[in-house]
Each structure stands twice: as structure tokens, then as C-alpha cells.
């Protein structure tokens, strides 16, 4: 492997974008509580400047891994390249299957918590690896290394710019579980970023 990158790591971070995805598919696009952050926005800009998300999307999130290249460096962008592999190969496996909680709309706050668990813990793991699956994850992580702030602290800052935005055309209601969702999984994410990993001996 490259200097820096494992195959363990890379495992790992295969297996945790899977985990997301799972969630992101089983949760999210069921329940109507989302997250902020570049999927917020390109929906935003979608909605106010008819930008298509295939377009927006794919700026924001080059800007963001470009960024997080720069700030962190090559052995990031192979993890980030994993990463987003491996989220993107288990969505596409994953949606050939029926929701497994298609009734999950009418409970958001389960969906909120949920759904919280599922990104926090996923996104945790692959940022405490050193990769990035999404553009949210790469900015999160550039500024964090930036400004030498908690990563949870930028990701509450970037997805309540992007939920207090969407209020001109979300209702409330929701806005507010989606709120509980990204609390919840930025703290899950900073929790899971800096436990210690036990390393394993050499034999």
C-alpha cells in the first residue's frame, strides 16, 4: 500500500460508507429528515435558481475535496477516494431492495435519532481513518484542521447556514427534527473522531 494507507483502514472504510449508505437509503430518503450541508444546498439552489443538483453538486463536493487536499493532504484523498467508492457501490446495491421502514415518515423523531446514529457513526469512523465521502465531510475536516476547532463544531456551523435557509421553502416542522438529526450526528461524529483505537501488535 501507499505510505500511510492499510488495508485494514481501507476495510473499514469501505465497510462504515456502507453504513452510511444504508442509513442514508433506509432513513433518510424515506423519513423526510435530512441533513444540511452540500445535499441541502444543491436542493436549495435547485429550488430558488432551478441549478440542477447534478450540477451543483458536483462543484461544491470537487471544491470541497479539493480544499481538503490541499489542507490535508495525498493520504487523505485515498481515503476519500475509498470512501466515496464505497458509500456509492452500496447505494446503488442497496436500492435495488425495498425500504426496510417505509412507514418511518410518520415517526420523524425516530427517523431523527435514527438516522443521526447511522451518519454519525459512519462518518465518524471514516474521518477518524483520515477520508471523506462526501464534500460535507472533506470541508468539515479542512476547517477543523484550519481554525484547530472541533469537527463538530463546523459541521453544526455549515448545516444550520444551510437548514435556516431551506426554512423559504421546507416547512418548519421539519426543519426542526432535520435540526435534532445534524445535533445529534455532529456530536456522534466528534465523539467517534477522537475515541482511541486500540493499536494492534505486531507479530
Given at each position: 500500500?501507499?505510505?500511510?494507507i492499510t488495508l485494514r483502514s481501507c476495510l473499514i472504510a469501505l465497510f462504515f460508507s456502507a453504513?452510511?449508505?444504508?442509513?442514508?437509503?433506509?432513513?433518510?430518503?424515506v423519513s423526510g429528515v435530512?441533513?444540511?450541508?452540500?445535499?441541502?444546498?444543491?436542493?436549495?439552489?435547485?429550488?430558488?435558481?432551478?441549478?440542477?443538483?447534478?450540477?451543483?453538486?458536483?462543484?461544491?463536493?470537487?471544491?470541497c475535496y479539493l480544499l481538503g487536499w490541499k489542507t490535508l493532504g495525498r493520504v487523505f484523498l485515498i481515503y476519500s477516494v475509498v470512501c466515496t467508492g464505497g458509500f456509492s457501490i452500496a447505494y446503488a446495491i442497496i436500492e435495488q431492495f425495498p425500504p426496510l421502514w417505509p412507514n418511518l415518515y410518520q415517526y420523524p423523531l425516530w427517523a431523527a435519532v435514527l438516522g443521526a446514529l447511522f451518519i454519525g457513526i459512519g462518518v465518524g469512523v471514516c474521518v477518524r481513518i483520515g477520508g471523506a465521502s462526501c464534500g460535507d465531510d472533506a470541508l468539515a475536516m479542512s476547517l477543523s484542521r484550519v481554525f484547530r476547532c472541533k469537527i463538530e463544531i463546523i459541521y453544526l456551523i455549515c448545516d444550520l447556514t444551510v437548514l435556516l435557509l431551506s426554512l423559504t421553502y421546507i416547512p418548519f416542522r421539519r426543519i426542526a427534527y432535520s435540526l435534532l438529526t445534524v445535533l445529534l450526528s455532529g456530536r456522534i461524529i466528534g465523539v467517534v473522531q477522537r475515541m482511541r483505537w486500540k493499536k494492534r501488535r505486531s507479530l
Open positions: 500500500m501507499f505510505k500511510g453504513f452510511q449508505a444504508f442509513g442514508l437509503y433506509h432513513v433518510h430518503s435530512t441533513e444540511g450541508g452540500v445535499l441541502g444546498l444543491t436542493l436549495l439552489l435547485s429550488h430558488h435558481f432551478a441549478i440542477s443538483p447534478a450540477v451543483s453538486g458536483f462543484i461544491l463536493n470537487a471544491a
